[in-house]
């Protein structure tokens, strides 16, 4: 058995697939200024900032992307903008501004039709993030007032006044998710709703409650995926140990994930089923990412190249990520302070390009409690199988023993019986054989 372990794993390393050799692009010819945030829908880009032009036009702060030109919202705003997000044909904005289209808004507007708008009296402070679920927008902050009520460091918006969440935070938010029907926050506090929560906390409606002992510096970053929330700013340590500015909870427990980073992570969303991260980092371990990567369920990857400077924000729509920041090169490529990444090779659920070969994806989410999703493609008809074994190479579980359709698969895993840790699911075909790793957190 021990025997079958070591060539299980060996195999999983010789199988791995090679990194992407996609390559970053410009947006036309940039900004002037640096980009503090990018939101990909519907296949426009817009993107906020300090600069004053985007392409060859004004653009005050913030501008959108169609794919071949860069047009304004209107007069833009009189200051930075530092998050956006959009909600049908609703686009909001905050940061640090006063006026937007020359309408007073305190630090959070909305773009709809041809104008801004203020949301009331808006903050008396900078808005760092805003959230949208079920149409209430959560705003996160260095503020201590939303409208006219006493909101500290974080509020939300019913579309017709501000409320507070309890008696809010000792300090900034930077940051705000959801699960379910909990909204979670992180920033710089150690205390929400008065009860001591170390940068991250979260919100079930009545009270606030702190995720186990939380982090020991800043989170600038949050991301949630399943029962999951990933975590990522300037910290060491999470939950008493010891992991390098990025981490992950899920529900009971803080982990690690792989050797983290040398600097800042600033930024994280999901990207074709893989973890990114990006900020001001440019090693992970001994490994070269220089300001953007990807988790690849074992290791931190660098994508494509990376970038010269720091990479504020990223935003990913179908199959092409965006990134936002100070750099002026992504990879090989001159990029004023915006570009993009189209990774060419995948072939997931949804997309229905031809397939030329066999493949199998990192599985989705991982780390992962209970459940995650192993996707596979088949160009051809075949007899297909999927085994889990443990880390001593004991097979645990049998998933699929089928023939199948050319196409894109996905099989679910539920994990609710299986002990936490290390496992590999391996996929056979025809003469395909591949296999990957998973780690089950409880």
């Known amino acids: 058995m ?8 060996a195999l999983y390393f010789i199988t791995r697939l090679a990194n992407s050799q996609s390559s970053w692009t410009a947006l036309g010819s940039g900004m002037d200024a640096r980009v503090h945030t990018v939101k990909a829908m519907n296949n426009n880009l817009f993107a906020g900032g300090e600069f004053l032009s985007a392409g060859n036009i004004s653009a005050n702060r913030i ?5 071949t030109n860069w047009s304004s919202l209107g007069s833009g705003t009189d200051s930075i903008v530092l998050d956006i997000e959009i909600s049908g044909d609703s686009l909001f904005a905050c940061g640090d501004f006063i006026n937007a289209g020359g309408v007073t ?13 203020a949301l009331g009296n ?3 402070g900078r808005i760092r993030t805003i959230f949208i679920k079920d149409s209430i927008i959560y705003a996160g902050g260095d503020f201590t007032s939303a409208g006219s009520i006493t909101a500290n460091y974080i509020a939300k918006w019913d579309g017709n006044s501000w409320s507070a969440l309890g008696s809010g935070m000792n300090n900034s938010v930077y940051s705000i998710g959801s699960i379910g029907n ?21 919100w079930d409606g009545n009270s606030w409650v702190p995720l186990g002992s939380g982090l020991n510096n800043m989170v600038q970053s949050i991301f949630t995926s399943g029962n999951l929330v990933y975590a990522g700013g300037n910290f060491t340590m999470a939950g008493g140990i010891p992991a390098n500015r990025i981490a992950v909870w899920n529900g009971s427990n803080w982990s690690p994930i792989g050797n983290g980073f040398n600097n800042i992570v600033i930024s994280l969303e999901m990207f074709n089923n893989n973890l990114i ?5 440019t090693l992970s371990g001994s490994d070269t990412v220089n300001r953007i990567a990807k988790w690849n369920g074992n290791s931190w990857e660098s994508l494509g190249g990376g970038m010269n400077n720091i990479v504020r924000n990223i935003s990913v729509w179908e199959n092409t990520i965006y990134a936002g920041g100070l750099f002026t090169m992504a990879g090989n490529t001159s990029a004023n302070y915006i570009a993009k990444l189209t990774d060419i090779p995948t072939a997931l659920n949804g997309y229905t390009e031809k397939i030329y070969s066999f493949q199998l994806h990192q599985n989705y989410p991982n780390p992962f409690n209970p459940s995650t999703r192993i996707s596979f493609s088949l160009p051809e008809r075949s007899f297909a199988t999927l085994r889990i074994y443990d880390i001593l190479g004991r097979e645990v579980a049998i998933l699929l023993n089928s023939e199948l359709n050319t196409g894109n698969h996905s099989v679910n895993w539920d994990a609710s019986n299986y002990p936490s840790g290390v ?17 089950l957190l409880k």
């Open 2 to 9: 021990i025997k079958l372990s070591i060539v299980f794993i």
């Open 63 to 67: 501008a959108k992307w169609d794919g």
């Open 105 to 117: 808004t305190n630090r959070i507007a909305m773009w709809y039709g041809n104008s801004w708008n």
């Open 122 to 124: 808006g903050t008396n």
């Open 182 to 202: 909990d909204i979670y926050a992180a920033g710089l506090f150690t205390s929400a709703g008065g009860t001591p929560a170390n940068r991250i906390a979260k």
């Open 277 to 281: 991260a990006s900020g001001t980092f």
């Open 423 to 439: 496992y590999f699911y391996m996929f056979e075909a025809g003469s395909y054989t591949e296999s990957k790793r998973m780690i």
